[in-house]
């Protein structure tokens, strides 16, 4: 298993590289500079000037020569100064990042308390009123732009009924509250967006359980369990439930990439301030350093995400054995 | 009625392409006409789906969407299964290095965090619906070419091929004529659901601003002008979201039709 792990570590360098030189290419290769560099090219810089600002931002080199560069200090964690306002690009990640880990964690958890239970009560009768009446909810679920539920949500619960707040993450008086306020205005504030990431992944992860536990129901030892007459309750959830649960677990890991796209479109709509937004952001501006990190991040997390799924697998279900 | 879902499928997707096809047609007014003296009305005979804060039509404006998305899906689709179909069947066929390589790469696109990706391509290149087109099809063709190859991997073996290969067949054309046809199933499959993936795809890139650019109306880019309208005019945010809805049920109800029907 050791062995399976450092194998499969540095396999992600060469991915990372392709990854990271596609980007690089990509990105520097498209017309047009960043936009800190281009309102400095209005007629009152003179091209002196416009010369070193390129020069200060490494802009003028060839392009391999910059992708070296920049690959030294990214190895180094130093993914450099971000063109908008100067500062460290690694620690404006680093500020952004708890709110999108927060709300995408507390998502993933709504997410698997709605799916399980509805995917049991799916395949306990399949083809049942039950079962036909959540189909037709999954492909609906399945076929609804989440941005646009956020928005019919912004309209109904937060601006004709007033129950939520529409946008951002605190109260505008949030300073004066004392430390337990702060924590519920905080949650208030998330419950919407919290509540359209579930939704957003809630079809897919359901069907995924409903045919998981429809697999295990029809296993033999189902057939035993029922024959040395257990009650229905321990068949199903002692028996049926934990072996249909194993290839759920490996979904945590495989979901990761759509949360991070999906934070992106719902950190815009809410004004979240998280890595969505933030690289929203950088594409706006053409912030170089700091797309190219956040790009990095992405693939280290899809990755990692893919190498928990196998990991997990591994792990809940000693069948699998990966070989060094 | 043998498959409800091919039949519900096809009469949205036939209901959309008309309705995009006819567009210049039936749009009762000029999408881009603004019109000061009726800016935001709500639906009336009139303006059937009411206007928005120009005063365009917005049932105009959405019957040219149709255009819009649909052609975007198609042929952002068209790329990606082209590609797909290219890279998986030499790779399937030929096996061995060009299999090796081009696997790797479709496992390094497969890390990508392709929503990254595209946003930071469009950003760069400037927003429009060909760049979109293109780099929905280059970032979507993985899918494709690992079934086409799994699919080409298990038929090579079998004796029709070997016959064929004993006949003198060129390898092109034991890929083109006899391989593919017999492998298209799952990939059409794929393609259709990839047709909806791609029109939701390019509606969330526009409501960013990064889509389709105004005055161009795609359903996405209406959608922009539901926030600033929020709880002032509904069918703003309604309308262009239903038609997004529909559309996406319309493919996937095919898929889920073709799939009975090949499997």
């Known amino acids: 298993m050791i062995a399976y792990l450092f194998r499969r570590l540095l396999g992600i360098i060469p991915v990372l590289l392709g990854i990271t030189i596609i980007s690089f290419i990509v990105i520097h290769l498209a017309p047009g500079k960043p936009a800190t560099?281009?309102?400095?090219?209005?007629?009152?810089?003179?091209?002196?000037?416009?010369?070193?600002?390129?020069?200060?931002?490494?802009?003028?080199?060839?392009?391999?020569?910059?992708?070296?560069?920049?690959?030294?200090?990214?190895?180094?964690?130093?993914?450099?100064?971000?063109?908008?306002?100067?500062?460290?690009?690694?620690?404006?990640?680093?500020?952004?990042?708890?709110?999108?880990?927060?709300?995408?964690?507390?998502?993933?958890?709504?997410?698997?308390?709605?799916a399980i239970p509805l995917g049991i009560k799916a395949a306990q009768k399949p083809g049942g009123r039950f079962d036909n009446a959540t189909t037709v909810a999954v492909f609906v679920l399945f076929a609804v732009p989440t941005f646009w539920?956020?928005?019919?949500?912004?309209?109904?619960?937060?601006?004709?009924?007033?129950?939520?707040?529409?946008?951002?993450?605190?109260?505008?008086?949030?300073?004066?509250?004392?430390?337990?306020?702060?924590?519920?205005?905080?949650?208030?504030?998330?419950?919407?967006?919290?509540?359209?990431?579930?939704?957003?992944?809630?079809?897919?992860?359901?069907?995924?359980?409903?045919?998981?536990?429809?697999?295990?129901?029809?296993?033999?030892?189902?057939?035993?369990?029922?024959?040395?007459?257990?009650?229905?309750?321990?068949?199903?959830?002692?028996?049926?439930?934990?072996?249909?649960?194993?290839?759920?677990?490996?979904?945590?890991?495989?979901?990761?990439?759509?949360?991070?796209?999906?934070?992106?479109?719902?950190?815009?709509i809410f004004a979240l301030p998280g890595l969505g937004r933030l690289f929203y952001e950088a594409v706006m501006t053409r912030d170089y350093p700091l797309i190219m990190a956040e790009v990095v991040l992405g693939a280290v997390l899809t990755m990692a995400g893919n190498l928990i799924a196998d990991i997990s697998y591994a792990y809940v279900d000693p069948r699998i054995r990966y070989k060094g | 009625m043998r498959n409800p879902y091919l039949t519900a499928g096809t009469l949205i997707i036939g209901v959309l392409a008309i309705t995009a096809i006819l567009a210049p047609l039936i749009s009762p007014y000029d999408p881009a006409r603004i019109d000061g003296k009726n800016l935001l009305a709500p639906p009336s005979p009139a303006h059937l789906m009411g206007t928005d804060s120009l005063g365009r039509d917005l049932a105009s404006r959405m019957a040219w969407g149709a255009r819009i998305s649909l052609s975007i899906g198609l042929i952002a689709v068209g790329i990606a299964t082209l590609i797909g179909l290219v890279v998986g069947s030499i790779a399937g066929?030929?096996?061995?290095?060009?299999?090796?390589?081009?696997?790797?790469?479709?496992?390094?696109?497969?890390?990508?965090?392709?929503?990254?990706?595209?946003?930071?391509?469009?950003?760069?290149?400037?927003?429009?619906?060909?760049?979109?087109?293109?780099?929905?099809?280059?970032?979507?063709?993985?899918?494709?070419?690992?079934?086409?190859?799994?699919?080409?991997?298990?038929?090579?073996?079998?004796?029709?091929?070997?016959?064929?290969?004993?006949?003198?067949?060129?390898?092109?054309?034991?890929?083109?004529?006899?391989?593919?046809?017999?492998?298209?199933?799952?990939?059409?499959?794929?393609?259709?659901?990839?047709?909806?993936?791609?029109?939701l795809l390019e509606s969330g890139l526009s409501f960013l601003g990064l889509g389709v650019q105004p005055p161009t109306a795609s359903w996405g880019n209406i959608l922009i002008e539901s926030k600033s309208t929020l709880g002032v005019a509904w069918w703003i945010t309604v309308f262009p979201g239903l038609a997004i809805l529909v559309t996406i049920l319309g493919f996937n109800f095919i898929a889920e039709g073709l799939k009975k029907v090949i499997g």
């Not at chain 1, 519920?184 to 998330?190: E, F, K, R, S, Y």
Request: proline share 6%; hydrophobic share 50%; aromatic share 10%.
């Open chain 1, 149 to 268: 539920l956020a928005l019919l949500l912004m309209q109904l619960v937060c601006i004709r009924l007033g129950w939520l707040p529409i946008s951002g993450i605190k109260s505008l008086d949030f300073e004066y509250f004392s430390p337990a306020r702060k924590v519920m205005d905080i949650g208030w504030h998330l419950i919407l967006p919290v509540f359209v990431t579930t939704l957003g992944s809630l079809a897919g992860i359901s069907r995924y359980m409903r045919s998981s536990m429809i697999e295990a129901m029809s296993q033999p030892y189902i057939v035993t369990a029922r024959a040395k007459g257990l009650p229905e309750r321990t068949v199903v959830y002692k028996h049926g439930l934990r072996n249909a649960l194993l290839p759920i677990v490996t979904l945590v890991g495989l979901s990761i990439p759509g949360l991070l796209g999906g934070s992106v479109i719902f950190e815009s």
């Open chain 2, 93 to 199: 066929f030929y096996g061995r290095w060009p299999d090796a390589v081009i696997m790797r790469f479709t496992d390094i696109m497969l890390c990508f965090p392709t929503f990254f990706l595209i946003l930071a391509v469009v950003a760069v290149l400037e927003p429009s619906i060909y760049n979109i087109m293109a780099i929905i099809g280059l970032t979507g063709w993985m899918g494709a070419a690992r079934l086409i190859r799994s699919e080409i991997l298990s038929l090579k073996e079998r004796e029709f091929i070997q016959a064929e290969r004993a006949l003198g067949a060129s390898d092109a054309r034991i890929i083109v004529r006899h391989l593919v046809p017999n492998a298209i199933g799952p990939v059409l499959v794929n393609a259709t659901l990839g047709i909806a993936g791609a029109i």
């Open chain 1, 37 to 114: 560099v281009e309102q400095s090219l209005n007629p009152k810089v003179s091209p002196e000037i416009r010369a070193k600002l390129y020069k200060l931002y490494g802009l003028d080199k060839p392009l391999h020569v910059q992708y070296a560069d920049w690959l030294k200090r990214s190895v180094r964690f130093d993914f450099g100064d971000s063109f908008a306002d100067g500062r460290p690009v690694a620690r404006r990640i680093l500020e952004r990042m708890p709110l999108t880990i927060l709300v995408n964690a507390v998502s993933l958890v709504c997410v698997f308390l709605a």
